[in-house]
């Protein structure tokens, strides 16, 4: 039993650890180089009324991403969606 709750508490730790990290996004390849600059230093000033405007903004973009990129900006959505949560902006 120790084993397994062991086991349990570090699988906890790993997971906790992994959503202070970025999600991939193809910067310098979908997305400006420039867009992650932008995006880093709102969420480091934790601009959360930008960010939101961030958010809609690349969700407006999904079509035209799907059909230059053949997939959409679910990766950027969730980036931004992360810099809110970092910034410790509300939803």
Same mark, same amino acid.
């Given at each position: 039993? !120790?084993?397994?709750?062991?086991?349990?508490?570090? %699988?906890? /730790? @790993?997971? #906790?650890?992994?959503?202070? *990290? +970025?999600?991939?996004?193809?910067?310098?390849?979908?997305?400006?180089?420039?867009?992650?600059?932008?995006?880093?230093?709102?969420? !480091?000033?934790?601009?959360?009324?930008?960010?939101? %405007?961030? /958010? @809609?903004? #690349?969700?407006?973009?999904? *079509? +035209?991403?799907?059909?230059?990129?053949?997939?959409?900006?679910?990766?950027?959505?969730?980036?931004?969606?992360?810099?809110?949560?970092?910034?410790?902006?509300?939803?």
């Amino acid at each position: 039993m !120790r084993t397994s709750v062991s086991s349990a508490a570090l %699988a906890l /730790l @790993v997971l #906790a650890g992994c959503a202070n *990290e +970025a999600p991939p996004v193809d910067w310098g390849g979908k997305y400006s180089t420039t867009v992650q600059e932008r995006l880093d230093e709102l969420i !480091r000033k934790k601009d959360c009324d930008s960010l939101q %405007a961030e /958010l @809609v903004t #690349a969700r407006t973009i999904d *079509e +035209a991403k799907k059909r230059s990129y053949g997939s959409g900006s679910a990766d950027l959505v969730a980036y931004i969606k992360w810099g809110l949560d970092q910034a410790d902006c509300a939803d």
